[in-house]
């Protein structure tokens, strides 16, 4: 990911206010400025928040993948969000003592980090930082709104559709290479996303390589047939992502519009 | 000559693997069931709700309560997921 500096696309904030460009890249530079003096690695697998412990740190993803993951009594897990290169999060730090929710690397992490207090002085100082951050809240809240009409009236296929599109279209906007990309979740950690079995993720991604809409060789994925898996994920994308190309003029989806 | 508690632990992942691989097994036939038309996705959940409900009840009458507990999660996931099948 590279640093806000060199990102001068406007599709870095899609469906923005145009006008509130200047004041997102502003915001992003300033606070990733801030937190470029402390960084940290973690290797997949790793707890960045362990869930309902104290934490202090806001924290901005540099490189890689980080899920916002949830714990149940009878071990049943459930994946919230997924956070890809360009993200902020654990915004709620600066509100909440404790996460209520645990932030796990899915892949090898590098973060950079700033203390809830300095993040809250640096949003006082500059309002940027501040509408930078409301931005990220609104875009998590927006596409969890998506998942939400996912979870409860989608079937297996349109989630699994509506995932690789969200993923491709955000690594795309982040200024990442997109013809294909690498995937690097487990069947497992795909199913607990999508409230699946990881027999049914398995059946569904086979059946999905069978109608040669998608190829999956060793974590890479390659969308063949990006007008089927459109077609397959159109019922529980909202307006957004389904029009992304009106919005950002960049999306792979555009030439649909 | 393995120990006492490596034969233990031996023991323990053939019985984790037999669980994963009945469930899985279970699993696949019952997606084969929908995708032939043999029963409907929700035929199959309400007879998933006995599986759940019967692991909860040995749960609160203390038979085996954790790995109960965690069976009827498991069961609840699956039934979940069957749930979500498409076009049935």
């Known amino acids: 990911m590279a640093r806000s500096e060199g990102i001068a696309s406007w599709s870095r904030f899609p469906l ?25 690695t973690f290797r997949p697998g790793d707890t960045i928040i362990f869930e309902a412990e104290p934490h202090s740190y806001v924290y901005w993803l540099r490189t890689g993948w980080v899920a916002r993951a949830r714990r ?103 200024g990442l290479k997109t013809e294909s990309f690498r995937l690097p979740m487990t069947q497992q950690q795909i199913a607990d996303y999508l409230g699946l079995t990881v027999v049914h993720v398995n059946r569904v991604l086979r059946r999905l390589r069978e109608a040669e809409m998608i190829s999956l060789t060793r974590g890479r994925m390659v969308i063949t047939d990006m007008r089927a898996v459109e077609q397959l994920a159109r019922p529980i994308q909202d307006v957004f992502d389904r029009s992304a190309g009106l919005f950002d003029g960049e999306s792979p989806n555009a030439e649909q519009q | 000559m393995r120990s006492n508690s490596e034969r233990r632990r031996a023991r323990q992942t053939h019985f984790n693997a037999e669980g994963q691989a009945a469930l899985m097994v279970a699993e696949s036939i019952l997606i084969a069931l929908i995708e032939h038309n043999v029963l409907t996705k929700m035929q199959l959940v309400e007879a998933i709700d006995t599986a759940i409900s019967t692991k909860r009840q040995m749960a609160e009458d203390g038979q085996d309560p954790e790995v109960s507990r965690i069976a009827a999660g498991l069961i609840a996931a699956l039934q979940t997921s069957i749930a979500s099948f498409a076009n049935i």
């Open chain 1, 16 to 40: 923005h206010r145009p006008e509130l460009f200047a004041d997102l890249h502003r915001g992003e530079a300033a606070l990733t400025k801030a937190m470029s003096a402390n960084a940290k």
């Open chain 1, 72 to 174: 149940m009594p009878d071990q049943r897990s459930q994946i919230i969000a997924v956070f890809l290169p360009g993200d902020f999060f654990g915004v709620k730090t600066v509100f909440l003592a404790r996460q209520p929710d645990a932030m796990e690397a899915l892949s090898a992490v590098t973060v950079e980090f700033l203390h809830h207090r300095q993040v809250l002085q640096l949003t006082r100082e500059n309002p940027d930082v501040g509408v930078r951050l409301w931005w990220q809240v609104c875009e998590d809240q927006r596409r969890l709104h998506s998942w939400v009409a996912g979870l409860g009236r989608g079937n297996a296929e349109e989630r699994i559709g509506a995932m690789l599109l969200d993923f491709r279209l955000r690594l795309h906007r982040a």
